[in-house]
């Protein structure tokens, strides 16, 4: 087997400073999250609103979930160790799985009050909840500010930016409804737009959800087809005479490994710089593990009859 040592130590070291980054962004997004947390529910129970205690609570589990965001990235960063040969880096999948599903509880919880308020409306001071759904709008747009930029399949930061961005909807939802109520005398409007809220963040729960369990089950990334793969790694070399065994998956975010096995003429040695090369530039794919098979692939036989993908 093969592989090139000063690009892994590269790449992880690499791997490490985006973590570290995406650590103190979660960091921030969490304190002005629990800050307008306490906010929310002081105003909400001075106007008597139960839109912003319905959206103080929202932020609560979200600022449970940003701080478990920011442990995942931050356990990210421990090093490999004689039990978990790969790290930590999978940890932050785990955390937007598992915020996927918060979401899920938080859309049920939504469902519920607005159906209570809609069923039992009361009194709202409508000017002290325009005011502080405005300042949450605010700091929620300061917040995804900071969590924006994040790479497509970061899931950690995606889930993080998720309930953000479910908190931005409540605090839209929330403004609206105090200017309805506030202008219009609807009070009912306040529970229609939280279900509607509810809605947007069910739809990209379940995309996150789908997308963290493909990661931990080691699915192939999304944009990569291992067909086309095989088929640019038998034109890697001319020393090359097949490709087969081989998987790709992801391991966290961004970080896509493969492992391949290649017959090949001569020693094999260009035949594997230029597979690392190819897979690293054409796919994305900075950790491989090569192995050279000098004639029929030595692995049990149904093993090698085929490729396969994790």
């Not at 205690?53 to 932020?59: E, I, Q, T, W």
Request: charged content about 15%; hydrophobic content about 50%; overall charge negative.
């Amino acid at each position: 087997m093969s592989r090139p040592h000063e690009h892994y130590d590269h790449d992880h070291d690499h791997d490490r400073d985006h973590s570290g980054a995406r650590g103190r962004k979660l960091l921030v997004a969490f304190l002005l999250t629990l800050l307008m947390l306490v906010a929310e529910a002081v105003g909400g129970l001075w106007s008597g609103s139960l839109a912003l205690l319905a959206d103080a609570g929202h932020m609560m589990v979200d600022a449970l979930a940003l701080a478990l965001a920011f442990i995942g990235a931050r356990l990210a960063l421990r090093p490999a160790d004689a039990r978990r040969s790969y790290g930590y880096g999978r940890l932050e999948v785990l955390a937007g799985f598992v915020n996927a599903l918060t979401q899920f509880v938080l859309v049920g919880f939504i469902a519920f009050e607005a159906i209570t308020r809609l069923m039992h409306p009361g009194a709202i001071l409508s000017g002290v909840m325009l005011a502080v759904a405005v300042v949450g709008l605010l700091v929620n747009l300061l917040v995804l500010r900071v969590l924006h930029g994040h790479a497509h399949d970061d899931v950690n930061m995606a889930g993080a930016s998720l309930h953000v961005l479910g908190d931005l909807l409540g605090s839209l939802g929330a403004v609206l409804a105090a200017l309805a109520v506030r202008f219009m005398g609807w009070n009912w409007a306040d529970p229609v737009l939280s279900l509607l809220v509810s809605l947007l963040i069910l739809g990209g729960a379940w995309r996150l959800l789908r997308k963290s369990a493909h990661i931990l089950l080691e699915g192939v990334p999304e944009d990569l087809d291992v067909a086309q793969v095989e088929q640019a790694l038998r034109q890697a070399d001319a020393s090359i005479r097949d490709i087969h065994h081989l998987h790709v998956w992801q391991l966290a975010s961004g970080s896509r490994m493969a492992t391949v096995h290649t017959q090949v003429e001569g020693d094999g040695a260009e035949a594997v710089a230029a597979i690392h090369r190819l897979l690293r530039k054409q796919f994305g794919i900075l950790h491989a593990t090569v192995q050279v098979d000098a004639g029929p692939c030595t692995d049990h036989a149904r093993d090698c009859l085929g490729h396969g993908h994790r």
